[in-house]
């Protein structure tokens, strides 16, 4: 059976497994900077512990992959026939957590893939490598004129030759 531990973190509860990768709210540090936490309220696998209400001798280790904000939520508020209408937009500041190794009374338990880190050095190179791939892309070729077809001069012409006719 697989590992886990339920986690308090930022007012609300996570279930979390060795090498899961999650977002809560924000908390200090850096990429790549380890973070413990010791508000472990269960841990669950082979043999079940259940803290009142936490587990003592139990943490769970994580590596902060990065900082960043999550997407825009947008309040709006109306009152009907009186012209009254409000609109906020609101993004908040989360970070996302490799879980690395649960620890407890039972056991020890270690993720098998590694954090995935993105520092502003990472996104520099990236960056980068984009603007090298789109400057070594062959140019596109201008685009042709269509040639335009003698019809509608003739339809002109004809308009033209039925107004004298009257």
Wanted: aromatic residues 4%; charged residues 35%.
């Amino acid at each position: 059976m697989i590992p886990y531990a339920v986690v308090k973190t930022g007012g609300r509860q996570y279930r979390v497994s060795p090498g899961d990768s999650l977002s809560v709210e924000k908390l200090n540090g850096n990429p790549g900077d380890e973070i413990e936490v010791k508000d472990v309220l269960m841990v669950g696998g082979e043999k079940l512990l259940i803290g009142q209400p936490v587990i003592s001798g139990a943490k769970v280790s994580f590596v902060i992959e990065r900082q960043y904000r999550g997407d825009k939520i947008l309040v709006f508020k109306k009152k009907r026939r009186n012209k009254y209408r409000r609109m906020k937009g609101h993004r908040s500041e989360l970070t996302r957590l490799f879980v690395s190794e649960i620890s407890s009374p039972v056991g020890t338990f270690k993720a098998e893939t590694k954090p995935n880190v993105i520092t502003a050095e990472v996104k520099a190179e990236k960056k980068e490598a984009l603007k090298t791939k789109t400057q070594s892309a062959a140019p596109k070729k201008a685009a042709t004129k269509k040639k335009t077809s003698g019809a509608k001069k003739k339809t002109g012409a004809k308009k033209a030759v039925k107004k004298a006719k009257r």
